[in-house]
């Protein structure tokens, strides 16, 4: 698979996903996003390790590597070799659930058939295991809300992010518009996954949420990601935004 394809591939899903997203008109369409979220698991075909290669053969490098303890993630960056969107490919730990919420998760995922496990397409292919019921959502929600996210959505883009300087529009403006459309924002540097460094000015705006249907039929709406937008305190730098958008502290050395 080339990379052109994997991004169309991850975005049509997305759009799939979010058709409010979809529809917004604030920019655009052809502009491209400073960076995608990717979430999956360190488990089988879907941990980083085993996905980084394909993620090379398509041009991607990795940059750095963060550890959100408090999280309960290893967030991976890897750069395109043009002018492309970042990837931020955050894996939740499995290690770090306790015995009863792990064990749960492992075992759906262990329900995926093995069709579903191979190939390059596997963070845009989406859910490769059963859906959960309601009552296993609730408990893993508990536990980690990645880990109930990932129990519904699989491995997949859960947000893209877009830099203000490329849309040509400051941030408190894109803000408004996007609050008229009825999307407010979370506060602070959150979006749901990963915390975003202070050099960077950032807002998340879940989106609508969805009408989703568990095992044994309960029906339950929920928003199931977003999109982000980010801008430098400061604009004199000659980085990529997504070079800066993780927090420092959290870097670390990988063996």
């Known amino acids: 698979m080339q990379r052109e394809e994997f991004v169309q591939q991850l975005w049509l899903d997305y759009m799939h996903t979010h058709p409010d997203l979809g529809g917004l008109r604030l ?72 015995k009863a919420p792990r064990e749960a998760l492992t075992q759906l995922v262990l329900q995926s058939h093995p069709a579903d496990c191979q190939g390059q397409n596997l963070l845009c292919r989406g859910r490769p295991w059963p859906m959960p019921s309601w009552a296993l959502y609730q408990q893993l929600q508990q536990a980690h809300p990645l880990a109930a996210w990932l129990s519904i959505m699989g491995p997949r883009l859960h947000h893209a992010g877009f830099d203000c300087s490329t849309i040509g529009e400051p941030l408190d403006t894109l803000h408004s518009q996007l609050e008229a459309c009825g999307m407010p924002s979370f506060e602070g540097q959150q979006n749901g996954v990963f915390s975003v460094s202070s050099l960077l000015e950032h807002r998340f705006y879940p989106a609508m949420p969805q009408k989703t249907v568990f095992h044994s039929g309960d029906e339950h709406r929920l928003c199931l990601g977003g999109l982000a937008l980010v801008q430098k305190h400061v604009g004199d730098g000659h980085e990529r935004t997504a070079e800066i958008l993780l927090p420092f502290h959290t870097r670390c050395e990988m063996a």
């Open 27 to 98: 920019w655009p369409l052809s502009t491209t996003a400073e960076y995608l979220t990717l979430v999956t698991l360190n488990y089988g075909p879907f941990a980083a390790s085993e996905l980084n290669p394909s993620l090379a053969h398509m041009g991607y490098r990795s940059v750095g590597h963060y550890a959100m303890a408090d999280k309960g993630l290893l967030v991976h960056l890897l750069a395109p070799n043009d002018n492309s969107s970042w990837l931020v490919l955050a894996e939740l730990q499995l290690g770090t659930l306790s």
